[in-house]
């Protein structure tokens, strides 16, 4: 059992990692909401991780055109799937 103090150590280690690879990068909860933003996500959303942060993903998709292309029903569908 890792205590409170390495948790934290491996949420920072994490969330550094993503926030430094070149790629965009998010994560939603079960209700489509962003929980993480790296950096590039946000430039390719064009919304800082502030203003994402609860957003639901649909409403932003829809803001960044997301829903106009081939992968987002595909992605819905993992999503609903996975859960």
């Known amino acids: 059992m890792h ?7 491996i949420d920072n280690q994490l969330r550094q990692t993503l926030e430094n690879i070149s790629d965009g990068f998010f994560m939603l909860d079960h209700d489509w909401r962003f929980v993480f933003v790296n950096s590039q996500a946000e430039q390719l959303l064009q919304m800082s991780s502030e203003q994402l942060q ?10 960044a055109g997301a829903e106009a292309t081939s992968r987002y029903p595909n992605l819905k569908v993992l999503f609903r799937e996975s859960l």
């Open 54 to 63: 609860g957003f639901g993903y649909a409403v932003s998709a829809a803001n």
């Open 3 to 9: 205590t409170r103090n390495e948790v934290a150590a």
